[in-house]
C-alpha cells in the first residue's frame, strides 16, 4: 500500500479503513493536472535555489515520462496506492531514484489537491462554456431559419397569443447565453493558485508563489492559507451553475416531450435520438430528451451533497472534503453527455409547420388582437376585453374560431367590427404588428438575431 506518510505509526492501517480512506478508485482521473502542477512546483523550486537544476531536469523528465507513459496505456495507474499523489511519487522515485523524494518539498498534500481540482474544474469550466456555444449556434441556425413559422405561445399550458418558432428558440438562446456569462463569471472568480499553502500555515521555504502561479495560467496565488487548502466555493458555484444549465435543459426537454406528443405533432425527433417499445411497434419515444429532464435531479443532489458536507466544516482541511470529488465528476460528465446529445438531437429534430400554424389558429391565440382590434375602433380596453370574451365563448359553443365567423356573426355583439377584422386576427398580423424589440414580429427578430450573431463572432 503506497503512501506518503508512516513515519509517526507503527502498528499497520486495517485494511478496510485503508480503502474506506483512500480516494485513488475516483482521483486517479486528475492525473494530468497533478503531474503539471508538480513540474510547475519543480520548476519554482529551483528558480529558489531549492533544488538544483540538475534536480529539476530529472524530476521534470521522469514526470514527463510518467504521464506519457499512462496517457500511451503503458503504465497503468496503479489502484493499491492510497490517492493520485501516492502514485505520482511513488513511480517518480521509481523511474529517477532518491532525487524523486525532493519534488514534494514546500508542499502538502492539502495545497496538491487543492491545485489539483482546481486545474480540473477550471479545465471543464472551459469545456462545458465550449458546449454551450455549440448549442447557440444550433439554436440561432433554427431562429434564423424559421422567422415566419407560427406557432401558438403558452401560459399555463393554455395557448396564450401567437409567436414563431424563432421567437419560442430566442427564450431559450437567452437562457443559455446567461449560463456562458455564469462560467466566465466562474472561471475569473477561481483562476488563483493555492499552491504554496502548505497544509494551512505556509511554509518556511522561500517559495515564489506569483512565480508558479503564472505557470499555469492563474491570475495570481491565493492570499490566505488556509482558505486555499479549505475553499470548494469556486466547486459549488459550479454544480450551482451545472444546475442551472440542466434546469434550462430540463425545461426545453419537457416542451420537445410535448411537441412530440400525439396530441400535438410538432416536432419529429430523429431516429438516432429515439427508441421504440418493446411490446408496441408503433411507438417512438423521446428518450434522450426524457433523460436530460430526469438526469436533472442527478446533478441537483452532487450540489446538495457539496453543500451539506461544507456546511459544517471548521478550518482548515479536513477528510469530509475528499467527498467534494465523486458526486462533483459524476455532475461534470453528465452535463457534458446532456449538452453533447441534446445539441445533436436539436440540430436534427425537424418541425410540422403546418401543425404548429393551424394549433394557433385553434387556440383563440389572436383574442386579444381582437380586443386591441376594438380599442383601434374607439371601444374603451376594458368593454373591448369583455365584448371579445362573449367572442370566445360564442366560438367554444358553436365549434369555430374568430376568423371564421361571419361578419354579421362579429357584429352582432359589436357593430364597430368592420371587413378589416379578418386582416387584423390573421396570425401574420398578430405576430407582425409587435415590434418592440424583444417581441416575435419579424424586424424584431432580425435585430435580437444580429446581436445574437455579433454575440457568437458570426459574419
Known amino acids: 500500500m503506497a503512501q ?4 509517526r505509526f507503527v502498528g499497520e492501517t486495517d485494511k478496510m479503513a485503508y480503502d474506506f480512506n483512500a480516494s485513488i478508485g475516483f482521483d486517479k482521473r486528475l492525473f494530468e493536472e497533478d503531474i503539471e502542477g508538480s513540474i510547475a512546483h519543480v520548476t519554482m523550486l529551483a528558480k529558489q535555489n531549492i533544488l538544483t537544476e540538475a534536480e529539476r531536469d530529472s524530476i521534470l523528465q521522469g514526470l514527463s515520462g510518467i504521464k506519457n507513459d499512462v496517457k500511451a496505456g503503458r503504465l497503468a495507474i496503479d489502484e493499491t496506492c492510497e490517492d493520485i499523489h501516492s502514485f505520482v511519487e511513488t513511480e517518480l522515485i521509481r523511474h529517477v531514484g532518491d532525487v524523486g523524494k525532493k519534488m514534494h518539498t514546500g508542499r502538502s498534500r492539502n495545497d ?19 458546449l454551450l456555444r455549440d448549442l447557440l449556434f444550433v439554436i440561432l441556425a433554427v431562429m434564423e431559419e424559421n422567422l415566419e413559422t407560427y406557432m401558438p405561445g403558452f401560459t399555463h399550458l393554455q395557448k396564450a397569443q401567437p409567436v414563431t418558432l424563432a421567437h419560442h428558440y430566442g427564450a431559450y438562446f437567452e437562457m443559455f447565453k446567461r449560463d456562458r456569462q455564469r462560467m466566465a463569471d466562474i472561471y475569473e472568480r477561481m483562476n488563483y493558485c493555492p499552491l504554496g499553502a502548505g497544509a494551512l500555515a505556509g511554509t518556511t521555504y522561500p517559495l515564489d508563489r506569483e512565480y508558479t502561479a503564472s505557470l499555469m495560467g492563474f491570475a495570481g496565488p491565493t492570499l490566505n492559507s488556509m482558505d486555499s487548502v479549505s475553499d470548494r466555493d469556486y466547486l459549488i ?109 436539436l440540430r436534427t429534430m425537424r418541425f410540422k409547420k403546418e401543425q404548429m400554424a393551424a394549433s394557433a389558429m385553434n387556440g383563440f391565440t389572436n383574442a386579444t388582437d381582437a380586443a386591441d382590434y376594438l380599442v383601434g375602433k374607439g371601444v374603451p ?40 377584422i379578418y386582416e387584423a386576427v390573421s396570425l401574420k398580423t398578430c405576430v407582425e404588428k409587435r415590434l418592440t424589440l424583444g417581441a416575435p414580429g419579424m424586424e424584431a427578430m432580425k435585430q435580437v438575431i444580429a446581436k445574437n450573431k455579433a454575440y457568437l463572432d458570426i459574419e
Request: proline residues 2%; charged residues 25%; hydrophobic residues 40%.
Open 4 to 7: 506518503l506518510w508512516g513515519g
Open 112 to 130: 496538491q489537491v487543492a491545485l489539483d481540482m482546481r486545474l480540473y474544474t477550471r479545465k471543464r469550466v472551459q469545456e462545458t462554456d465550449g
Open 237 to 345: 458555484e459550479f454544480l450551482s451553475a451545472l444546475s442551472t444549465v440542466m434546469m434550462h435543459l430540463s425545461r426545453f426537454s419537457e416542451e420537445i416531450i410535448i411537441w412530440n406528443s400525439n396530441e400535438y405533432k410538432f416536432v419529429e425527433i430523429d431516429d438516432a435520438y429515439s427508441t421504440g417499445s418493446s411490446i408496441m411497434p408503433q411507438k417512438k419515444n423521446p428518450d434522450i430528451a426524457e433523460l436530460v429532464r430526469g438526469k436533472t435531479g442527478r446533478v441537483y443532489g452532487a450540489l446538495m451533497s457539496l453543500l451539506i458536507t461544507m456546511k459544517g466544516i471548521p478550518l482548515a482541511y479536513n477528510k469530509d472534503m475528499q467527498e467534494d470529488k465523486e458526486l462533483s465528476f459524476d455532475a461534470m460528465d453528465t452535463v457534458h453527455d446532456c449538452l453533447v446529445l441534446f445539441t445533436g438531437m
Open 381 to 420: 380596453f376594458r368593454d373591448a376585453h369583455g365584448i371579445v370574451g362573449r367572442l370566445v365563448l360564442y366560438c367554444v359553443e358553436k365549434g369555430t374560431s374568430i376568423e371564421k365567423l361571419s361578419l354579421e356573426e362579429l357584429q352582432a355583439l359589436s357593430d364597430k367590427f368592420e371587413e378589416d
